[in-house]
């Protein structure tokens, strides 16, 4: 009889727990749309009941997850890197780009457009094994710190995105990451960050080749953008990677537009979220002139399309985990 | 106490019920040894115990999961599209190449090389949504029949191996195909007939173009192939789908070889397996000099490389399900 009563002790707890699922949440109109929706596509008795295997929720990594100011932080790694490459061999700095980004002038670098941060990603992204990256990405994560805060840069995510992220999960949804940030740069932290294992994030790539040498094979980081996982490509990633259209999507700026607007063009009850910049105090103010993370399309629609704009400075008690 | 008793009995009867996980396959070399991997690395007391999230299980489509012969299926299935096109509009058959496919006339095709592929893969598989594409897919399956045996494709795959999917998904392996066969293709019956969601299905690709109109948007097929997931490509598509490295991988032929090397190359506990077609009688014989799924490095190596070659014929007890 103790063995049952544990046993039915077990199958209730889950459900105890999860009282407030979203602590971090100002009880105010985000909250209450978010509970509300999942709750509506839960309740199996319902006629809005959504099938686990439907229930894909896709987030924007940069500005939805973490922060992306002053520049997206995997410039912060690349020029890291590259700093510490040169520092073993400075002949490597073959451009006025790269000699920028050795001296850690990411203004001079931006000043040079796209050709300039494609020298910069190739130096300090290609031409590495997937394996030696990643573990070359998680130690910079144990080291580095933002320049502003003086956090590490995965203890720059938002409190309240992670309980939205396990609230999704304890509802059987499938969290995934659609980030114009590199997959194998996210996927190096995503898993202990964010609880999301590789499969589940889809990013934008390098070129990547299968190599061989005798018995040994290894999986290579080669030049240049192959996939710019960004605007219209993220809807395209996500029919690639996922094969199903979300129900549930979360963006912070216009390349996450269309990402967004296909989630909500499907015909299963859906949700749109983004997060709106305006705590100058505990994170950063910006939307519609911002160099970085700009939103003005999604600002201006989404009243119309229902898409909420999730006020950071009034509707989150806490930004970054304690 | 009576509901104690049906809870208990709940939670051993997933047990009970696996007592031959592979009955369609003959007690010899293949079965025991996929058997003894699988409850080695599910052993939790042993050292050769894997995580559940590192038992990745990858499968090849065409001549592994279901028949290829005398040619892939999906090229039964794009000559019949182009004729039913041409039967709408006949100014569609701009070539040589697609008036032979018109006919049905597949050497025709073969002869004219990979430009003439294209063409046929273009007019079939092009300037169609995901969506429609995927609806006609389903109902050619309905109504196709394989000009040799008169069955439905997919009616034609492997009872042993939709045994072996099984198996491995009570054993918490998460399956995936990865075939050279297109993603779309697929994905459009890989659930129904495998128990394989689309996101776990990864495949060769079109050019894909999310587009807008009003307030309608759509996923686009676009022509010219993208990316060939055969050989090499094999291997790029698993780290960029799944991002991590298979413990378990079957093919059958040599464009299947890099997937299986770098399952192998992994330093969990892995198995590697290739089925070999030499039931003349009951399905087809054909290795090394095929024309399609040549299979001559794989069996050339399988024995030194520890990769077993399943024998169709001695080791399946049947090939197709009743």
Redesign the interface.
Known sequence: ?R??FV??IS?FTSSLVIADPLPSWVDAKSKQSIIEFVETVTDSSGDKFVPV?DRIAVFDNDGTLWSEQPVYFQIFYALDRIQRLAKEDPSILTSDALKAANKGDIKAVAAGGMSALTEVINLSHANIS?TDFQADVKQWLKTARHPGTGLAYNHMVYQPMLELLSYLRDNDF?TYIVTGGG?HFV?AFAESTYGI???Q?VGS?LN???E?SGS??R?VKKPDIAFVDDG??K??AI??????KPIFAGGNSDGDF?ML??TS?NKLPNLAMIVHHTDAKREFSYDKKSHIGKLEKGMDQAADRGWLLVDMKNEWKSIYPE
């Open positions: 009889m063995l049952c046993l039915l199958l295997a997937v499938k997959i996927r294992p590789p499969e994030v790539q990547l080749a299968y061989t040994s094979s999986m219209p490509g809807p395209v029919d690639i990677h996922i094969g199903r269309q607007e296909w063009s």
